[in-house]
Structure formats: C-alpha cells, structure tokens
C-alpha cells in the first residue's frame, strides 16, 4: 500500500533543502522555504482524514504523533512566515550575509524533515538519529549570526546536547539488549510496536536501567533541570525564529520520544514506575524555572526560562498519569508550542524595534507599538494560565488530578506556578508599560502569525472541538 500523505512529508522538506541550498538569492530562499512549509502542513492535515498505512518496520502512524505532527508542520509553516520579514531586515542591517541565510532557509527545512521523521519513525534507532540530526541542525543555526556570543551559545548547545543524546543512545542499546534474546538480533528488536505487544516477555531489569539513561537523555534535549544549562544561551543568541523553533518544537519532539519510551515501561507490571522519576524532575524543573524568571535582564532568556518551567510542569504531569493528568498533558504541549511560538514572534519584532533585547531598554511598548506590546501581553497571560486562555484550562486539570491522586504535592505545585505568574507580570510592567524607553526604528513586522497563535489559544480556552477532545482522550489512554 502506498504511503500517501506520509510520503509527502519526507519528500517536501527534503527536496525543499535541496533546492534552496543550490538556488541563488536570499530572499527568494525565504519564500521557498515558507511554501514547503505551507505544503509540508497540508500534507500533514491530510492525515486527519486519509486511510492511515499500516505499521512497517520504519514508519508508524497512530493517534499519538498524528496530533503532533500537525501541531509542529503548523507552528513551522507560520515561523517560516514570520521569517521572512525577520531575517530580510537582519540582511539589512548586516546581522546575516546572503549566503548565511540562504544555509538559515536550508536547514530550516531539514530541520523540518528531523521532526517529521522524530515523530512519525517506527523504529527506536532512527528515531534517535532524527532528533541526533535536530541536534545539529539547530546548532548551527543558533550559531549563524557568526559573533563571539552566539559562536559560544552554539558550542555550550552542542557539547550538552551531544552528552545528552549520547546518553539516549545508551538507553537505546539497553532496549534493543533487552529485546534481543525474545525478538531476535537485528531490526525486528528495535521496532517499537513489535516491542509494545511483546513487552511483557522483555527483561524489566534491562528496561529499568535504559529508561533512566533515556529520561537523562532527552530530559537534556527537553531542557528540564539540572540539564537545562544550554537552553537559555541557545534561545538568547540564536535568531528568533530558531528561538521559537527550539521553544515550540523541539521540545515537544524530545518529550514525545520519552513518552513513547514510557509507554513501553507501562506495558511491563514488573517494571520500574516512570511516574515517580519525572514528577520529581518536572516539579524541581517547574520551581526552578518560575524562580529564575525574576532576575532576568534579556528578554529571550526570561521567556527560555519559561519553557523550563512549563516544560517541568507537562513532565509532572505526564508522570502524574491516568486520564485526566496525561489529558492535562497532552492539551498543555500542544498550548504551550502555540503561545510560546506566539510570544517569540512579538519578542523577534520589539527586539527588531528597539535594536536591543535588554529589557531596561525597553518600555511603553503599548504606547509605541500598540499591536506588538498588546500582543505580548496577552501572549504573557496566556503562558501565565490566566483565564479565559487556553492554558488555564490545562493548569487546572493537572492541579485538580494533582489534588486527587498526590495532594502533598499540590502544595509545590501551585507555588511554583504563583512564582512563575509574578514574576512574569513584573517584567511585562517593564517592558509594555510606563515611559517609552529607547529607539523606535521601522521595521516591517509580520503580525498575522503572532495574532494567529494566541487567536487559537484564546479559542482553545473557551471552546475546544469534540472531536479533538476525544483524540486527545484516547491518545491519554495510551500513555497509562
């Protein structure tokens, strides 16, 4: 049976680089990439509805990653639209050469594929080659604007992902070395749905240890504490898209793979709980993460230390468990990818505006710039989890499953997220009110990705669609 829409979606962004790294001129790279982009998504969409191939030794497609890869074709398809605007006055002004971002557009789209193939591989290996690919391609496009800072941002960003991954890797041997003596040596150990339905005659001692080492692994890629150290520097140096890219994307990708290695401990009653060991780290995450907020100066790294937060708190959830919680959990990743993505488009133009990412730099941004500063501050009570905002709904069923199942840890629950809400309206009173501060250069701004971002939100908060309500429950389902 031909694959269909999944054929498509390896095909565009690996064709797309292709083409933009051997065509000439800039700015028609960034067109480009923003319509495989467009094309990427729709193919995408198409899985909603087409008939779904069977499970192969390399490609499966369920209810799982369905939903996020069309969350992450759309959050790239619209980053890629707010790139082009961004990166054509970064050319201007001389941030970035020609040939620089064109190598941008390039990997934007490789970038891409490693997601897709991330979410939709079939296969433990190579999906731990994706997102080893993600790792480098975000590497060097964190590092494109050549200076000492985001040279140095690059380098902390590889040599801590690549620890991390490494790690991964590990915990990937150990699954195959407990699958080999059932399943046998070679491809038909590593195939994760064959894992699955004969996962209890797999060795429980084996699989304790590898998910450590995975938890450990993408716990890195997925920025939770004490593994967090690359993200701030890789968010505050890299361009802004990328910025969004990283916050929106990859970690939800690094999540999705521990997730999937979750679900096999859960199928093993003899196995180690995964629960206990990720809802200390996301708590810790959660707590660290809402602290850090207050005493940031940069604007990109205060919205870094947001994803660790909000990253720390799907993780508990997800270790939390039953269907409320992973619900919670799944609803929180998907709002969280479009409000953070969202923020970072508002944050990428008053960066632009201003000529600065200094937050005492900035200030009046709703006087100055009424639709950026207004936008940043419904982006700021969105990722606070003030209703009627989507978020809300998500924080109140992971507190409410919290108070049902750990009411102890209730308490540090909702602390941590009152730290985390004022310290984020503190720095917002900063920078969208009082006294206009700094330059007000002219910048062409594309808004209609940041107003379609927190439009969504707000839509999710006050209504959300049957049938996606029942996707996501029986996505819960699978995650034990």
Known sequence: MSLGPVTFLFLIPALAAVVIALLPGSKLSAYLNAGASFLTFLAALSLLWAERPAPGAYVLVDEFNTIFVVLITFVAFTTSVFSTTYVEYELETGRVTPAFLKLYHALYQALTLSFVLALLSNNIGVMWVAIELATLTTVVMVGIYRTHAAIEAAWKYFILASVGIALALFGTILVYMAAEPVMGSGLNAMVWTDLVARAASLEPAMLNLAFVFLLLGYGTKIGLFPLHAWLPDAHAEGPTPITAVLSGLLLNVALYALLR????????????????????????????????????RDIKRLFAYSSIEHMGLITFAFGLGGPIANFAGLLHMALHSLTKSGIFFAVGDISQVKGTQKIADMGGLTSTNPLIGWGLVIGVAAIAGLPPLGIFTSEFLIVSATLAKQPLLAFPLVLGLLIAIGALFLQLNRIAFGEPKGPNHKVKCSYVPMILHLGLVLIAGVYLPATLVAWFQAVAKLLG
């Open 261 to 296: 290695c979750k679900m096999l401990l859960a199928a093993i009653p003899e196995a180690l709980a995964p629960g206990p060991l990720m809802i200390g780290m996301g708590l810790v995450s959660l707590l660290f993460g809402a602290f850090m907020l207050y005493r940031r």
